[in-house]
């Protein structure tokens, strides 16, 4: 019922020119397995993650040294995302969570974004956490976040061209940085479905952070 009227709301933006951002959710449960326009890669700093979340875990562990790790990969339409594509979940096998050992920083993070997201991506657990590798193999990281010892300030701007310095093909429309409480969170990259390359995404661009300078904490 859902899946029905996001597809009903989007035929009726496109027949009375409405602006479909305002009318079609965000977020669709339960919408069609394998049907979205692109991928979302989200890389959580993990010092801004466990200073604004408090979590006790082993990524927030002192001397853990974590910095970028996957957050997830996110099928997207144009306007909105699918979610949770199998509402009663599929068993993920333990073979399939050793495809992206090192990625996630935890196997029930791994876990849950196959349910929510990687459900969504017509793939199965193993398919989906291939797909999580080769995302994550496109993106390098650069240098300056490797050995980041210092806490810091910047513009979310210049964070985003660290990463577009480094990866060929990558424009600011191609890219978001997300914070909370004006601290760095993570970066959002954009790919193709077929994941060979970056492609725009205005509405996730628009979403990123618009805060002035923000504080990028030091590796733990």
């Known amino acids: 019922m859902i899946a029905r009227r996001h597809l009903a709301l989007a035929g009726a933006c496109l027949l009375w020119s409405l602006p479909c951002a305002a009318q079609v ?40 040294g974590l910095g970028f790790v996957v957050h997830g990969l996110w099928p997207q339409w144009e306007h909105g995302y699918p979610s949770f594509c199998e509402p009663g979940g599929r068993f993920v096998p333990s073979a399939a969570i050793r495809e992206v050992s090192g990625l996630f920083p935890d196997d029930n993070l791994a876990r849950y974004q196959w349910r929510k997201h990687g459900s969504c991506s017509g793939e199965s ?8 590798r080769r995302a994550r193999d496109l993106v390098r990281i650069p240098d300056s976040f490797k050995a980041l010892h210092d806490s810091s300030q910047v513009l979310p701007s210049e964070i985003e061209r660290a990463f577009i310095s480094v990866n060929p093909g990558l424009r600011p ?19 193709d479905k077929d994941l060979r390359g970056f492609r725009q995404c205005p509405e996730v661009d628009r979403d990123g952070c618009r805060a002035g300078e923000i504080a990028v904490p030091a590796l733990r």
């Open 173 to 191: 429309d191609m890219i978001a940085v997300s914070c909370e409480r004006r601290t760095f969170q993570e970066v959002r990259i954009c790919l």
């Open 25 to 64: 959710p965000r977020e669709v449960r339960g919408a069609p397995m394998g049907q979205f326009d692109f991928y979302v890669l989200a890389l959580s700093w993990s010092p801004g993650y466990c200073e604004i979340s408090g979590r006790k875990s082993r990524q927030c562990d002192a001397g853990s």
């Open 125 to 132: 657990p193993s398919g989906y956490f291939k797909a999580v």
